[in-house]
């Protein structure tokens, strides 16, 4: 359970939730974006006490909308009997002080809520660090809004200042000073993770970071591919804190890191505070990015954890793409899903079904070329033959008496994809380094 102690809306019971849709967008979107932002304030121990979408061509800079439809969702917060109202959307800090005002309530957006659940989950010292950086500097541009009512009640006269600027002042500088202090220990930490990267990396192992959407099942991967016990939960953010672990895969030493998991909006201050920890991910030898296969909204969290990737400098060109949850599909959405991403390997961490061609994928990226593989093909696929020995190397091949044939060969990933329903899957990273060996 989150440590709701560590939230600053521990006094929230229930919220009403409002996204805001331009008029072009589709309403299955809001109603998905919705959905997620229950899911995290439900993380966080609040319930739901209804949900709104409100429809804007432009935002405006007041309340993000005309007084009409601002009184319009402060009524059904108030019916619907909402201590607070949840914005999917980044509310600046005087449109938040507007909307406090006007509804008598607290209202928070989105990326507060993430910030709360990253300060909830944050269990090691730099995790800690990183989180009370983030949300100092997401607080500093708002301490105004905190004094407003001292200003207002102690203003002094003309031309001299209030108690609450004073306190304002005072504020800023001691959140500054905190700032700094903050992120002096975070680069110390920092240091010496880089001096421990420096050791692995004349010890030539192999670095590949697990990266993807929260809840993707990034760290189930890690556990199914290094036999590991990583936390794994049905929960966003159930992973703040980078896992490493180390492994063989095909006889080659491995080291696979879990990462902390991508959401839409991620707050801009939570990536850069993050930075080091996604370090990781930036200085891997190449990324893996877990795709929940069964999520209506692939598209969009395949988007948001790229361009996540892409702000923390990490390269894609060498990505391996993984389709976990396989086992939640039938045979058509797998077909559908694969046919829309044919370089990516359909997984599925709880069955362990496709961990094999997987590993064999990750063996390909770290020696430079694909293992060779042992595959029965029956007469009537025999055209695969053809296939095997144009674009690969084919190692041996024999003939039963029945006409199937079987075959050792190392085949480039496009046409594994066509051979994968007759690799005899049991064979093991034994049967490999046989094979290499003889
Ligand atoms: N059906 C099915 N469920 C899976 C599979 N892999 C993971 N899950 C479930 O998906 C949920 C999330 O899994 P995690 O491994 O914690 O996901 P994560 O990406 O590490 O999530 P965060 O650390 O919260 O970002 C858990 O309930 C898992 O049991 C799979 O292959 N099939
Ligand atoms: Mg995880």
């Not at 080291?255 to 909006?265: A, C, M, P, S, Y």
């Not at 954890?305 to 990490?314: A, F």
Request: hydrophobic share 40%.
């Amino acid at each position: 359970m989150i440590d709701t102690e560590k939230t600053s809306h521990k006094l929230i019971g229930s919220a009403f939730l409002v996204d805001i849709r331009s008029p072009d967008a589709p309403t299955e979107r809001s109603e998905e974006h919705l959905a997620e932002l229950e899911k995290l304030v439900e993380t966080l121990g609040i319930t739901v006490a209804g949900r709104q979408t409100a429809t804007l061509r432009h935002p405006k800079p007041r309340l993000l909308m005309g007084q009409g439809k601002a009184a319009e969702i402060k009524d059904a917060a108030e019916n619907a009997g909402a201590e607070a109202i949840v914005f999917d959307w980044e509310l600046s800090p005087s449109q938040q002080k507007n909307w406090e005002k006007l509804t008598g309530k607290p209202v928070v957006d989105r990326r507060e809520i993430i910030l709360d659940i990253f300060a909830a989950r944050a269990t090691s010292k730099e995790a800690a660090l990183q989180v009370e950086l983030a949300r100092m500097h997401h607080m500093l541009p708002r301490l105004a809004n905190a004094w407003t009512h001292l200003s207002r009640q102690k203003g002094g006269a003309k031309g001299t200042r209030g108690e609450g600027e004073k306190q304002i002042e005072v504020d800023r500088r001691l959140a500054r000073d905190r700032i700094a202090r903050l992120r002096k220990e975070l680069r110390n930490i920092g240091k010496r993770r880089r001096l421990g990267r420096k050791k692995r990396t004349r010890a030539s192992v192999t670095d590949v970071a697990i990266v993807g959407y929260t809840n993707a099942g990034k760290s189930s991967l890690l556990n199914a591919l290094a036999g590991s016990d990583a936390k794994v939960e049905d929960k966003l953010f159930a992973t703040l804190d980078p896992t490493t672990r180390q492994t063989s895969i095909m006889g080659l030493n491995i080291l696979l890191t879990d990462t902390v998991g991508f959401v839409r909006k991620l707050p801009h201050s939570l990536v850069e505070t993050f930075k080091s920890t996604l370090e990781e991910a930036a200085l891997a030898d190449f990324v893996i990015l877990v795709l929940d296969v069964s999520e209506p909204y692939l598209d969009e969290h395949e988007e948001v954890s790229i361009s996540v990737l892409h702000e923390l400098g990490v390269d894609t060109s060498n990505m391996i793409t993984v389709l976990n949850k396989i086992d939640l599909l039938d045979t058509d959405a797998r077909d559908a899903a694969l046919a829309k991403r044919p370089g990516a390997v359909p997984v599925s961490a709880r069955s362990s079904e496709g961990l094999d061609a997987l590993k064999s994928m990750i063996a390909e990226r770290v020696s430079g070329s694909p293992p060779p593989e042992v595959f029965e093909i029956p007469p009537q696929d025999h055209d695969l033959l053809e296939l095997a020995c144009k674009t690969g190397r084919v190692i041996s091949l024999q003939f039963d008496d029945d006409g199937k044939a079987v075959m050792t060969a190392v085949v480039p990933w496009e046409s594994r994809n066509l051979l994968a329903q007759h690799r005899v899957d049991k064979h093991s990273t034994d049967n490999i380094q046989e094979l290499q060996t003889t």
